[in-house]
Each structure stands twice: as C-alpha cells, then as structure tokens.
C-alpha cells in the first residue's frame, strides 16, 4: 500500500510548523467595524474566532512591552463571512493591520491577490533565533516570499471521554483492529463511538481526510498536490471503510450540530471526538476536567504504511495596504518571541510554533509524547492542502456523502470530485 510517488510541484507535504518539546465560537461584530480605526498604541486584527480574544490580549500586552503596540482584537461573527470581509477589506485602506487566516494554498490565495506584506525579513530572523522550523516555510509563502507568520501548531488528534473508556474496558488503541473493537465495544454497551458532521461545511472533510491518510500518506499528499486521481483505487478503498464504518453504527448523525461535539463528549453520549489540539480548551471548559478526557494518535490503516498525522496551523498575516503596516510589521518580529508565546499557548491551551516554548496541558503532553515516539511523518490538513476552490466544493460532495454513504454512492462521489479536481487545477495553474 505504502507507495512511492514522483516529485510533486504542488506539494506542501512539510508540516504547517515546527515542534514543540514535551514539557509540556464566535462573537459578532458588523462588518463596518471588524476594520480599519484602531488606537494609536495597538496594531487591530480581524478573526474569526472570538475564543481567542482574551489570549490576543494578553500575547498583546507582552508584545506592547517589546514594540510598543499591543493588540486590538476583532471578530466576524462566522467562517464564510469572515473570508468575504477580509478578501474586500485587504484591496482598500480601511483593512485591519493584522489578519488570522489559513495556511498552504489558502494563504497562497490570499498572497496572490496581493493583499499581503511580505514577511520574508521576520520570517528569516525567527529562524536565526531559533524561534521557528525552517523547513516549514514553504507552507507560509508563495512564490518563494512568506506571507504569514503560524499562529499555533495543532496536531489532529482522536480525543476520547476516559471515563466512558474505563466503564466500558477499552484502551486507547495502538492498531487499526483494536481500534475497530473498541468502536464495536462501544456500541454494544450503547454509546455512539464516533462523532461525525457535515453541518459546518469544512467538517465533512474530516473522517475522509483521517481515512485516506491513515491509509497511505504518500497518496493523501499525491492526491492534495494533484498528482493523483479521486477515482484511483486508493481512494475508493478509503471510501469502503468509511462506508462501512456508518454500516456498523459507529458515527453520529451526519446533521448533528457541530457546536454539539464538547457537550456529547463531556456527557458522554460520544466517546470520541477527531479534531486537532486546537479544540483542547473548547472540551476544557465543556466540563472536561483533567482525567476526564485524554487524546491518541489514530492508528495506520495499513500496518506496513509509516505513521502519519495531519498537523494544521493558522497564521497571521499583514495588510499590504495598511497605514500602520510598520508597526504591523514590527509585531510580526516579534510575535513567536517566547514571552509572547508562552502566553499565548497557555491561554488557547495548543502547542506553539516555537519549538522553545513548552507547555505542562497534560492533554497536548500525552500528544506529544506520542508524537515523539511514532515521529510521524506531517501532513498538511484537507482545508489547506489544495486549491480553496477545490476544497470548498469538495466539502459539499463529501457531505453529500456522509447524509448516503452507501457503497452504491461512492463512485458518482469520487467521480464528481475527480471532475471538480480537473476543472480547479486548470484554473490554479492558468492563475486564475
């Protein structure tokens, strides 16, 4: 299964940033003032996740006492409308000074707009500090220039309730069998063992993703880059499984609200949860308390595949046209400084970018231990590893799936996909 594939012009295989070592929602605002304005003394920057306001604040006051500007947090109320504010605000003079956005081609989209500042000159003095891996930054750039500085390092994990995992005597599993009996286990004692959306869009993409990488790592990359098909054999196998898994009762209902995952898991109706380390602090304050819940690597699919494991990044970006873009980009020097990250991580509850900045969350410990002792091979997520266009009407094919995900409906899946495939990468590589 484990097969080697040529060189991939499109590949952004290297993982979305550096490690870490072990030591380890959305509130609304009117467009009109998610940009621009701003005090004097703060750099603004527009997002779409209100759960970081408090830790945008507080990296600001740290970074305030190194540059002098703090910052201005700011939010759009949801993904889609976030991407449209910010896609028409970066082409005038009234864009915040900062921007969250994504990493990979999604960043690659946005630079190629030339709505971006470049920041090749913070990205190289980080690395001189030892702050950043280097050889992540072609996740961050385009034609050969970064763009974005990473905002976190989230690997995606299988969070699981330990204490319906103890009631039920299950372990976290180290093989694909094992994992398969404990999904069995599960649904015997009347838990649902996997939860599973297509309600948010982007969510469909999820188990489609874990399968197909956990399957084999060098087609998932090759079919990203667009060096393989969605119709070869590979995918289709990826696809039976995932099938096959709804045949046996394993998933949630695929229109169950995607705001619903920490409270099924907290209660326990759900045993386990795939999603990056990014949502640690989201379980935490569902009523998780330390011991309650814990996460693991999923297993290879194929036991001769070496492991893998999906790894996603945000980043944050500076407006070209911004009339502050010097201090803008004066916090973009500094902001993986270790003060700044130190806080940052402890607050959002991940793992940071620089591989100096540690973290005692036993839940991203256990991760990271696992992480060093499999050392998996990184891949960059669904959402970021090719084309938007591509993705965003992938992502509703896929959901389209999971509402019948019968045998008879893969291929008419995998065929409309395969032509969405043809069609968006004629149009990435004419640049348009």
Do not use: H
């Not at 003394?41 to 970074?63: I, P, S």
């Not at 492991?307 to 993986?336: F, H, R, Y």
């Amino acid at each position: 299964m484990y097969r080697s594939y040529g060189m991939k012009r499109r590949s952004l295989v290297a993982a979305a940033v550096g490690g870490v070592p072990f030591a380890i929602g959305l509130a609304g605002c009117s467009q009109g003032s998610s940009s621009g304005g701003g005090s004097s003394d703060a750099v603004t920057l527009n997002g779409d996740r209100a759960d970081f306001t408090d830790a945008y604040k507080l990296a600001g006051a740290e970074l305030e006492a190194i540059t002098g500007y703090g910052i201005e947090p700011r939010n759009v109320p949801s993904t889609e409308n976030y991407q449209q504010v910010v896609r028409s605000s970066l082409q005038t003079e009234s864009t915040t000074d900062l921007v969250k956005w994504w990493n990979g081609y999604r960043l690659q989209d946005l630079a190629r707009s030339g709505g971006l500042a470049d920041l090749s000159q913070q990205w190289e003095s980080a690395v001189d500090k030892g702050w950043v891996n280097p050889e992540t930054r072609e996740s961050f750039s385009y034609d050969g220039k970064v763009y974005g500085m990473p905002m976190y390092k989230s690997y995606w994990v299988m969070f699981y309730n330990t204490n319906v995992f103890d009631e039920v005597g299950i372990a976290p599993p180290t093989t694909w069998e094992e994992f398969d009996q404990n999904n069995a286990a599960l649904k015997d004692a009347g838990v649902t063992p996997l939860f599973a959306t297509q309600e948010a869009g982007w969510t469909s993409s999820i188990w489609f993703a874990e399968l197909l990488s956990k399957l084999d790592p060098q087609f998932y990359v090759a079919l990203m880059a667009g060096e393989a098909k969605y119709t070869d054999e590979t995918t289709q196998e990826a696809m039976r499984i995932w099938s096959e898994m709804y045949a046996k009762g394993y998933f949630t209902a695929a229109d169950v609200a995607w705001d619903s995952e920490p409270s099924l898991l907290a209660n326990g109706e759900v045993a386990q949860v795939p999603m990056g380390t990014w949502r640690n602090g989201t379980f935490a304050e569902a009523g998780l308390g330390e011991g309650d819940y814990s996460a693991f690597l999923l297993p290879m699919i194929d036991p001769n595949a070496a492991p893998s494991t999906i790894v996603e990044s945000g980043v944050i970006s500076v407006a070209e046209k911004t009339p502050k873009q010097e201090a803008a980009l004066e916090t973009m020097a500094n902001w993986l400084d270790p003060a700044v990250q130190q806080v940052w991580v402890e607050n959002i509850k991940d793992t940071s970018a620089n591989p100096q900045v540690t973290t005692d969350d036993p839940i991203l410990g256990t991760v990271l231990e696992a992480v060093s002792a499999q050392t998996p091979t990184e891949l960059v997520r669904y959402w970021e590893a090719s084309p938007p266009a591509l993705i965003e009407g992938g992502v509703q094919y896929l959901g389209a799936f999971m509402a019948d995900p019968s045998e008879a409906n893969i291929m008419p899946t995998l065929e409309n996909l395969q032509a969405l495939a043809d069609e968006e990468w004629a149009k990435w590589d004419a640049g348009s």
